[in-house]
């Protein structure tokens, strides 16, 4: 071969494949030799009305291209519809790409119960449900590839957008669980954190940027987190022009906050040591779970034995 990273005999989901992002993905992905379901709903971007239009037109530009995909246009919110019309189309999803979204910018006060509904439907519920439909499959034939796309919004917050952060940053969680579980059986979940000119940008970043934020710059990233070759497991990868990072969480070493096990903790000794229970200078990322909870129990066993200054002492989180 010529060293081309190929996606021969599997079928890839890219929910909301219609513009955007999830256009590239789809068009990468066949390109490649993969079967693409190009799923989209079709409706503006705040989530009104539909239309098969968008959909139609990226499988006709797949299929000129001599690529193979068909159209689904349900709403991601009915998620086993979406992989049935893989599962109908091909027999089989190997790969899913949870991209489909919608904006309802307001600030806090102003977010009406119905556009944080519709937004975390969309993005959270939907993740959701189309993974949950594709999940057996995948785990039955042990491989699979699911992406949930998160959003810097989400990570660092951004005014106006109190229920698109909430759900972008669900993602994040769900796609730790789903990681998990899907781990034994070689189904691997992995975040892409784009930045890209798209409809739901425009007007919203500068020029330069948005001139530079080519959404295909971004499709190689989410196609080689999907190939059988990636072994990366709910990694958080954040992507834009032409450039890629992982990103981590990190816990502080932290502080006791109580003198010996038989002290109570109080709002006073909780004072006295909030500088080190925030100071970050010898934070470390935890790969699991069980690191946080195997870090307490160590701790209370440092105070069982000499105190407050024995843990401050001995104890060394050691995160291999
Ligand atoms: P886009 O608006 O161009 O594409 C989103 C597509 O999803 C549209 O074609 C839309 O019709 C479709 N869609 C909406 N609701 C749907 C539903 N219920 N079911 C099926 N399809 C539906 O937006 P873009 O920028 O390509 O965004 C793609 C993803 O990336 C979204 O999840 C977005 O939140 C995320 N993202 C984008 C960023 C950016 O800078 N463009 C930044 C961070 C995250």
Redesign the pocket.
């Known amino acids: 071969s010529d060293g081309k990273l190929r996606y021969d005999g599997r079928v890839a989901v890219v929910?909301?494949?219609?513009?955007?992002?999830?256009?590239e993905y789809a068009l990468l992905f066949a390109e490649r030799g993969a079967k693409v379901v190009v799923?989209?709903?079709?409706?503006s971007?705040a989530?009104e009305g539909a239309s098969q239009r968008?959909a139609d037109v990226v499988v006709d530009e797949i299929r000129k291209a001599g690529g193979e995909a068909v159209a689904d246009y349900?709403?991601?919110?009915d998620g086993a519809k979406?992989i049935e019309t893989a599962i109908k189309a091909f027999g089989r999803v190997d790969i899913l790409v949870?991209?489909?979204?919608?904006?309802r910018d307001r600030s806090l006060v102003k977010t009406s119960e119905q556009d944080w509904n519709l937004v975390n439907?969309?993005?959270l519920k939907?993740s959701f449900k189309c993974t949950q439909a594709a999940f057996p499959y995948m785990k039955k034939q042990n491989y699979g590839r699911i992406i949930m796309?998160?959003?810097?919004?989400g990570i660092y917050g951004n005014f106006g957008q109190a229920n698109?952060s909430a759900a972008?940053m669900g993602l994040v969680g769900l796609a730790n669980t789903v990681a998990i579980e899907g781990a034994r059986n070689n189904v691997l979940c992995n975040v892409?954190?784009?930045?890209?000119?798209?409809?739901?940008?425009e007007g919203i970043?500068p020029d330069i940027l948005f001139n530079e934020?080519k959404?295909k710059l971004i499709a190689p990233v989410v196609a080689y987190l999907c190939h059988e070759s990636c072994e990366d497991n709910g990694s958080y990868i954040e992507s834009?022009a032409g450039w890629a990072s992982k990103v981590h969480t990190v816990r502080g070493k932290g502080s006791v906050l109580r003198p010996s096990l038989d002290d109570p903790v109080t709002i006073e000794y909780v004072k006295d040591v909030w500088s080190k229970v925030t100071d970050m200078s010898q934070a470390k990322h935890l790969n699991a779970i069980a690191e946080a909870s195997g870090t307490l129990l160590e701790v209370l066993e440092k105070l069982k034995e000499g105190g407050a200054d024995a843990v401050e002492d001995t104890f060394e989180f050691n995160s291999k």
């Open positions: 929910t909301g494949a219609g513009a955007g992002l999830g256009r799923n989209d709903l079709g409706g971007h989530g968008a349900n709403s991601v919110i979406v949870n991209n489909a979204g919608i904006l439907d969309v993005h939907g796309t998160s959003s810097n919004s698109y972008k892409i954190v784009p930045t890209a000119a798209s409809r739901m940008t970043l934020l959404p834009a």
